[in-house]
Antibody
Framework: EVQLVESGGALVQPGGSLRLSCLAS????????MTWVRQAPGKGLEWVAN????????YYVDSVKGRFTISRDNAKNSLFLQMDSLRGEDTAVYYC?????????????????WGQGTLVTVSS | DIQMAQSPASLSASVGDRVTLTCRPS??????LNWYQQKPGKAPKLLIY???NLQSGVPSRFGGSGSGAEFTLTISSLKPEDFATYYC?????????FGQGTRVEIK
């Protein structure tokens, strides 16, 4: 059974830092792109960043570029999100997702498994 | 960034109704379009990928169609467990953006 378990969410002051973790199990972690998606309280979903299987490619939404860093440790089946210079608008539940590539679908990507999320609150 | 416009923002329907949700990207995206269902306090769940492919384990009353710049999610006969918020997502180019969601409520 595929499982993604996030941790590390907390209350942090503006300008502070936090590191989120996602522990994966039930699949070959190193064989998949992984993604972080967030959801502010009462709001919709926002894609944050993703990372290639071997960590050699990373992509970010503009609002977090230069402040957030996505990384992974395939030996430990773990995905990370280092969040620096946090702002109030970063307050959200952060979800870790597995992204799968459908070669027969013209190369479509989709997030087929999601963790339960971890809450990050940025406030003084 | 590609903007995703979902309509309606919300709708009220009864059990057994057929409902259609629409998603329009700000530019053409071929079939790089997914649909997710989210219930309160839960993580989203993938329903449809690549516009029309039913994710494993998802009931056949859910169907997706469209390509390019207009997509639809249809629920052929609403069941009580289908009352939720539905999001479309484009994966044509990063950042992979979501629509604002359509909330399906009980009439």
């Amino acid at each position: 059974e595929v499982q993604l378990v996030e941790s590390g969410g907390a209350l942090v002051q503006p300008g502070g830092s936090l590191r989120l973790s996602c522990l994966a199990s039930g699949f070959t972690f190193g064989g998949y792109w992984m993604t972080w998606v967030r959801q502010a309280p009462g709001k919709g979903l926002e894609w944050v960043a993703n990372i290639k299987e071997d960590g050699s490619e990373k992509y970010y939404v503009d609002s977090v570029k230069g402040r957030f860093t996505i990384s992974r440790d395939n030996a430990k089946n773990s995905l990370f999100l280092q969040m620096d210079s946090l702002r109030g608008e970063d307050t959200a539940v952060y979800y870790c997702t597995r992204s799968f590539f459908c070669a027969r679908c013209n190369g479509n990507w989709a997030d087929d498994y999601w963790g339960q999320g971890t809450l990050v609150t940025v406030s003084s | 960034d590609i903007q995703m416009a979902q309509s309606p923002a919300s709708l009220s329907a009864s059990v057994g109704d057929r409902v259609t949700l629409t998603c329009r990207p700000s530019q053409t995206i071929d079939i790089y379009l997914n649909w997710y269902q989210q219930k309160p306090g839960k993580a989203p769940k993938l329903l449809i990928y690549a516009a029309s492919n039913l994710q494993s384990g998802v009931p056949s009353r859910f169907g997706g169609s469209g390509s390019g710049a207009e997509f639809t999610l249809t629920i052929s006969s609403l069941k009580p467990e289908d009352f939720a918020t539905y999001y479309c997502q484009q994966t044509f180019t990063t950042p992979w953006t979501f629509g604002q969601g359509t909330r399906v409520e009980i009439k």
